[in-house]
């Protein structure tokens, strides 16, 4: 009886609150944007309260990071590149589904150098990966 008590207040507390597990930190969607500078390979964050900018390597000759405007349109921790190698791709940020994202890697140079996706430093990818909601601007110029 103890048992089916406590699943049921946790189940109350779960509808009540479970769809809004967030941080109180964690910006809405439409309150951060990306911004990828492919001449000077640097990305920077907006926020309402915050830019920050960080040093990253993009697409290589052959293998341009395409321009545009696109949506985060999902994040995996643990992606994998099975077409190249199967190379670790953490803190990765979908947002082209032919295969593009912003993700860290332990070779950023400070020229394009990538596949196509937009490399970070692993903190800084880290860092950025937990403050970019699902349908977050990104602006590749």
């Known amino acids: 009886m103890r048992t089916r008590v406590m699943l049921w207040c946790l189940a109350?507390?779960?509808a009540a609150y479970g769809t809004n597990l967030a941080s109180a930190d964690t910006p809405k969607k439409n309150d951060v944007q990306i911004e990828i500078n492919l001449?000077?390979?640097t990305l920077t964050y907006h926020s309402k309260n915050l830019a920050r900018s960080f040093h990253?390597?993009?697409?290589?000759s052959g293998h341009?990071?395409?321009k545009g405007d696109f949506k985060v349109y999902?994040?995996?921790?643990?992606?994998?590149s099975y077409k190249y190698?199967?190379?670790p791709m953490p803190f990765t940020l979908w947002f082209l589904p032919a295969g593009y994202g912003i993700h860290a890697s332990t070779s950023v140079p400070n020229h394009p150098?990538?596949?196509g996706c937009v490399r970070l430093h692993y903190q800084d990818a880290k860092w950025l990966f937990y403050r970019v909601p699902v349908g977050t601007l990104v602006?590749?110029?």
């Open 139 to 141: 602006h590749i110029r």
């Open 12 to 14: 109350i507390l779960f």
């Open 74 to 80: 999902a994040k995996e921790r643990h992606a994998v």
């Open 39 to 41: 001449a000077a390979q």
């Open 64 to 66: 341009r990071t395409p």
């Open 85 to 87: 190698g199967n190379t």
């Open 56 to 60: 990253c390597s993009t697409g290589k």
């Open 113 to 115: 150098a990538s596949h």
